[in-house]
Structures are given as C-alpha cells and as structure tokens.
C-alpha cells in the first residue's frame, strides 16, 4: 500500500493568501514606504516585520503543517 501524496496547502487557501498575492503584497508595503516617505530607516522598520511575515507564511508555515500532517497520517491506523 502506498501513501497518499500530501496535497499543497496553497490549494485550501483563498486568493488573497497564495504566494503570489504575499509576495505582492509585502513588495507593495515596502516599496510604498520608500516612495512615500524616502527615508531609508522609516522603510527598515517597515521592512523587517513585513519580511518576517512573508518568510514565515511562505516558508515556516507551509513546512510545519506537512510535517503535521504526515504526523497525523502516520498515526492513524489503517482502515482496511
């Protein structure tokens, strides 16, 4: 019997939570604190929590859950 390959996770969230709309999203908060203000240490304290948020959500978060839910597969017991 083989296991079943694990589905992504961007396949359950909605459009506003895929990869492409984060990474827009992040660029667009960062970009727009240079342009609007042209301070280079105003879009660092931008920058930082908006990069933590965007490496979390696109690369954390996605890991830990397969790790989850291979965890869980495995410690189900075959329903044969």
Do not use: N
């Not at 359950?12 to 660029?27: A, E, F, M, Y």
């Not at 948020?53 to 597969?73: E, H």
């Amino acid at each position: 019997m083989t296991a079943a390959k694990p589905s992504s996770i961007w396949q359950h969230k909605p459009w506003w939570c895929q990869p492409w709309s984060i990474v827009l999203t992040g660029l667009g908060l960062i970009g727009g604190s240079w342009f609007g203000f042209q301070r280079l240490w105003l879009t660092m304290v931008v920058a930082v929590p908006v990069l933590l948020w965007m490496s979390y959500f696109l690369l954390v978060y996605p890991k830990l859950l397969l790790s989850s839910s291979i965890a869980t597969a495995t410690d189900e017991p075959d329903k044969d």
